[in-house]
């Protein structure tokens, strides 16, 4: 397996960036806000929080997840993901750690996207931001399964070690210095008809 290095913008960046546009155009930003329901059918949309606040805007951008109430009023109906069998697996590992590892510095200094692919399964690893964690994703497939799992869930570090023991030393190495990690279900929607 050989790593494959690309520079790249981080996901915080472009956070930061949409959220400084939207509050120089007036934007509030209102955190850990969960939609209870919505009114799309009048000529000022509303959405209704589980606490009972409601905000109205021109326009609501439907960008809520996995179980979107956007996307089933879009559609009229419930319009749950599907399961696609591939698991994703996550880490972090202190950026300063790393760094203590002369053979493994080049995966935080520059900060930079690494990707190991190998036999039905890849690898990425990437620093958010300078100094933060080096996070770790990890995407391999599982058996077909009844039920689909939603959300993040635990998974034993443990694990991990065992499915990808004969991968790259590096990796190996960053797999050691991992204290924990998590888990889901790789979703994906169905094409919306025109």
Known sequence: MIPL???FSTRADF??????????????ITLNAVIGSMDVDTAKPSARLQ????????VILGADGERSICRD???????????TNNLVYCFTVPA???RQRKDL???VDPPNVILWMGPRSHIVSYVVKKDRPLNVALMLPQEPQDKTEYGVQPAAIEELRELFTYWDENFGAL???AQQSAKW????ADWLEK
């Open 5 to 7: 290095h690309t520079c």
């Open 15 to 28: 956070h930061r960036v949409l959220c400084e546009r939207a509050e120089s155009l007036g934007a509030k």
């Open 51 to 58: 606490d009972g606040r409601v905000f109205e805007a021109n």
């Open 73 to 83: 009023k879009l559609l009229g109906r419930e319009d749950l993901p599907k399961n």
């Open 96 to 98: 300063s750690e790393v």
């Open 105 to 107: 510095i080049e995966l």
């Open 175 to 177: 797999l050691n210095m």
């Open 185 to 188: 279900t790789l979703l994906h």
